[in-house]
C-alpha cells in the first residue's frame, strides 16, 4: 500500500467516526478561541468521550433489543421486512463502497463550504449518519443510470446540501426542544420529528409538558429515569417472554431461567439508556462552548448539527412515552400493509426507540402530552409506510430483503428513485435555489431560522 493510499484511508477512518469529528471541530473552535493548553486537552477529549460513552449506551440498548424483537416475532408469528440501516449499508458496500465513500468525503466539504458561504450555518456532526445517507445516494443515484463522476459529484452535493438544510428545517422547533440551546438536529430522521412537532402544536399545549405529570408522593421514584425506564421495560420483555413460550426464549437466554432473563434484559436496556444520558452531558459540557470559536473566527454563527440522543436529557420523560407510542403506530402501519396486501415492515424496535423517542420530545416541546403521544404515534406510522415505499426503489441492486429505517433516508430515496435522471438533475437545481435565495433576502436571523416563533 503506498503512502497517499494509506493517507485516504486513514482521512475516511476518521471522517466514519463521529466521536472523532466532534473532537476535531471542539479542538479548532478552542484553537480559534486561543485558549490554553490544558483547556484545549480536555475540551477535546470530553467530547470524544462522552460521544463514545453515548455509543456504548446506544450499542448496549440495541443489543438488548434484539432480543426482544426476536421474542415479538415468534410470540406473534410475524415476518417480513425489517428496516434496518446497518444491514443494509453491510450489504451495499459489497457493491458500492468506493462511491459511497467518495460521496462521504465530497459531502462532508460541502456542508463546511455551504456553512460558510450561505445562511445554511449547520454543521452535520453525526458521521455515522453521513456514511448511511452516502449510501442510499449512490445505490438510488446507481439504480438512476448514474455512474462515475457523475454520481459522486451529484451524491456529494445531495448530502453535503441536505446535511445543511434538514437541521434548518425544523430549527425553531429544535429551540423550543433544548430552550434556546444552540445546538440543531444533526439526524436523518428529522422530518418525522418535525411532523411529530408540527402534529404536537395542533393537539396540545407545550405548557402542558410530559415533565410536568403529577406524580403522587408514593410514586414519586417514578421520575428517576433509569427505574421508570427499567419498570417499562420489564413489562414488555415479560409479555413478548410469554407470548413466545419459555422453550423459544430459552434459545436467546444462554442457559438463564427465561422469565428472569427476560427481566434481566429489561434492567440492562434501562442501562444503557442512562449510559446515554451521561455522555450526552458529556458532550454538551465541552462542545457548546468550544463551537463558539468556530461560530466567532473560522464559520461565523455556525451551528453544531448532533445526533438524536443529544436531545434525550431534555424531556425524560418523553422518551419513554415516545417510544411506546411510536412502536404501537409502527405495529398498526404494519397492520394496514398487511390487510392492504403491501409488504410487511415489522417494527424495527432500535428505530422505534431512538426516532420515536426523539419525535416523543419534539411533540412534546410543541403540543405538551398529547403532542408527545400524537406526535410520536404519526411518526411510528411513518416508519412503517415510508421503507414499504422506498423498497421498490433499492429493490434492483438486491436489497430487497431490508431496507433503511429512518424518515430522511426513506423520502430522498423514495423522491430520487422516483425522479428519474432528468427529475434528479431538477432536484439539484432546486436545492441550488433553496441555498443561496436566502442570501439575498433579509431573514431574522444570520443562520437561517435559528429564533423561536
Not at 455509543?55 to 443489543?63: K, L, R, T
Not at 452535520?124 to 459522486?152: D, K, P
Not at 404536537?200 to 410530559?210: C, F, N, Q, Y
Not at 429493490?395 to 430515496?413: E, P, Q, R, S, V
Amino acid at each position: 500500500m503506498s503512502f497517499l493510499s494509506g493517507l485516504l484511508e486513514f482521512i475516511k477512518d476518521v471522517l466514519s467516526q463521529p466521536a472523532l469529528l466532534i473532537g476535531i471541530m471542539s479542538f479548532i473552535g478552542l484553537i480559534a478561541l486561543k485558549s490554553p493548553g490544558h483547556k484545549v486537552l480536555t475540551g477535546t477529549l470530553g467530547p470524544i468521550l462522552g460521544y463514545i460513552m453515548l455509543s456504548a449506551g446506544a450499542d448496549f440498548i440495541v443489543a438488548n433489543l434484539n432480543p426482544l424483537g426476536a421474542l415479538i416475532e415468534k410470540g406473534f408469528h410475524i415476518q417480513g421486512v425489517v428496516p434496518n440501516n446497518e444491514a443494509i449499508v453491510a450489504s451495499a458496500q459489497k457493491i458500492l463502497g468506493v462511491e459511497t465513500m467518495s460521496i462521504l468525503l465530497l459531502g462532508l466539504v460541502l456542508n463546511l463550504v455551504i456553512a460558510r458561504f450561505t445562511k445554511y450555518k449547520y454543521i452535520f456532526l453525526t458521521g455515522h449518519h453521513s456514511f448511511f445517507m452516502a449510501c442510499l445516494l449512490s445505490a438510488v443515484l446507481s439504480t438512476s443510470g448514474m455512474s462515475g463522476t457523475l454520481l459522486i459529484v451529484v451524491g456529494g452535493f445531495l448530502l453535503g446540501a441536505w446535511s445543511a438544510i434538514s437541521p434548518a428545517i425544523g430549527q425553531k422547533y429544535t429551540l423550543k426542544v433544548t430552550d434556546g440551546d444552540e445546538v440543531a438536529m444533526g439526524h436523518f430522521g428529522s422530518l418525522g420529528y418535525y411532523l411529530a412537532a408540527w402534529v404536537g402544536k395542533r393537539v396540545g399545549k407545550p405548557e402542558d409538558s410530559t415533565e410536568k405529570i403529577n406524580i403522587p408522593e408514593k410514586w414519586n421514584f417514578l421520575r428517576n429515569t433509569t427505574i421508570s425506564t427499567a419498570l417499562t421495560m420489564i413489562v414488555f420483555y415479560i409479555i413478548a417472554a410469554f407470548a413466545a413460550g419459555p422453550e423459544f426464549t430459552s434459545t436467546l437466554s444462554d442457559g438463564m431461567s427465561p422469565y428472569l432473563f427476560a427481566v434481566m434484559t429489561g434492567l440492562k436496556f434501562a442501562i444503557g439508556v442512562t449510559i446515554v444520558y451521561s455522555g450526552v452531558r458529556m458532550i454538551l459540557a465541552d462542545l457548546i462552548p468550544a463551537f463558539q470559536g468556530i461560530a466567532t473566527k473560522i464559520i461565523p454563527n455556525a451551528i453544531p448539527a448532533v445526533d438524536c440522543a443529544v436531545f434525550f436529557t431534555y424531556a425524560q420523560t418523553a422518551v419513554i412515552i415516545g417510544f411506546v407510542c411510536s412502536f404501537i403506530g409502527g405495529v398498526i402501519g404494519m397492520l394496514i400493509l398487511g390487510v392492504g396486501g403491501g409488504v410487511l415492515i415489522i417494527p424495527g424496535l432500535v428505530a422505534h426507540f431512538f426516532c420515536g423517542a426523539t419525535a416523543g420530545i419534539y411533540g412534546n416541546a410543541t403540543g405538551g402530552r398529547k403532542g408527545a403521544i400524537i406526535g410520536s404515534f404519526v411518526n411510528g406510522l411513518a416508519l412503517s409506510f415510508l421503507p414499504a415505499l422506498l423498497l421498490p426503489v433499492l429493490g434492483n441492486l438486491g436489497f430487497a430483503n431490508t431496507t433503511f429505517g429512518d424518515a430522511d433516508f426513506a423520502i430522498l430515496g423514495i423522491l430520487l428513485g422516483k425522479a428519474g435522471p432528468m427529475g434528479i438533475y431538477v432536484i439539484v437545481a432546486i436545492l441550488v435555489l433553496v441555498l443561496l435565495i436566502p442570501n439575498f433576502i433579509k431573514t431574522k436571523s444570520v443562520a437561517l431560522n435559528n429564533y423561536e416563533d
